[in-house]
């Protein structure tokens, strides 16, 4: 079995794959002191949970843009299942062409979102993931990695709400009943979700502007399900498309 690790800013998220199935997947929070020892005893305890022996795993993939955390889970990787990790980064092989400036400055998760969207879903594409930021990539129907947008993510927005203006409460993301708020908090919660589905709306539009024909859009991420199904842009919701991503490129560098 395959296990995929996906390290974010806010949260840590892991499936195991049999083959191209995913079989058990898990969502922990993100600590950036978290040691090797650490991570690897919550790690034991989730395959314990699940009934899941170290021993079954025969391969590892990492993606991460939390850069300290990288050579934790490589530790844990050799510490716990005797196994080289494949990281996602310069010189791996993606199958798909990054023409961006710089492409050393696409996150690995972007990058394998794309190759997910590109390989389920077919170009051209845009892919938006909600995440500690909001991001939107374009795949071209060739294939190739365009480039993006990045926002700030909805719980950023939430928490500078919070701490910036004194007499504002820290909310629950939620949809609220209706856009007209009819208290404080209400009023928050309407701004949030309505102000991030005007936001994704309105870039995507854009977005389809620049591209040469209708794309495919994919949204995906913790809040996806939550905020995406208002989308009026957003065809698809597919919360593993990273983890699925990171299986197909584990399997063009075997």
Do not use: C
Request: charged fraction near 20%; charge should be negative.
């Amino acid at each position: 079995m395959l296990l995929a690790i996906d390290i974010g800013n806010t949260n840590i998220v892991l499936g195991l794959f049999r083959e191209r199935e995913l079989l058990h997947h898990w969502r922990v929070g993100t600590r950036r002191d978290g040691t090797a020892d650490e991570y690897g005893i919550l790690l034991k305890n989730l395959f314990e949970v699940a009934g899941i022996h170290p021993s079954a795993v025969s391969g590892v993939i990492i993606a991460s843009v939390v850069p300290p955390l990288q050579p934790v889970f490589e530790e844990l990787t050799n510490a716990h299942f005797r196994l080289a990790p494949v990281v996602v980064g310069p010189g791996i092989r993606t199958g798909m062409p990054i023409l961006y400036d710089n492409p050393r400055e696409v996150g690995a998760d972007r990058i394998v979102n794309a190759v997910a969207a590109y390989e389920t879903y077919g170009g051209p594409a845009i892919v938006v993931d909600f995440g500690t930021a909001t991001t939107f990539d374009a795949i071209s129907a060739k294939g190739e990695y365009l480039g993006g947008v990045i926002a700030p993510g909805i719980g950023i927005s939430a928490e500078a709400l919070f701490e910036r203006a004194a007499k504002l409460p820290r909310v629950e993301i939620v949809r609220p009943k209706a856009v007209i708020g009819k208290n404080t908090v209400g009023s928050m919660q309407s701004g949030l979700f309505y102000g991030y589905l005007g936001l994704v709306d309105g870039i995507v539009r854009r977005m389809v502007q620049e591209m040469e024909r209708e794309p495919a859009v994919i949204g995906t991420g913790g809040l996806a399900h939550l905020i995406l199904t208002e989308s009026e842009t957003v065809q698809h919701i597919d919360a593993f498309l990273t983890l699925k991503g990171l299986q197909i490129v584990y399997d063009r560098n075997r």
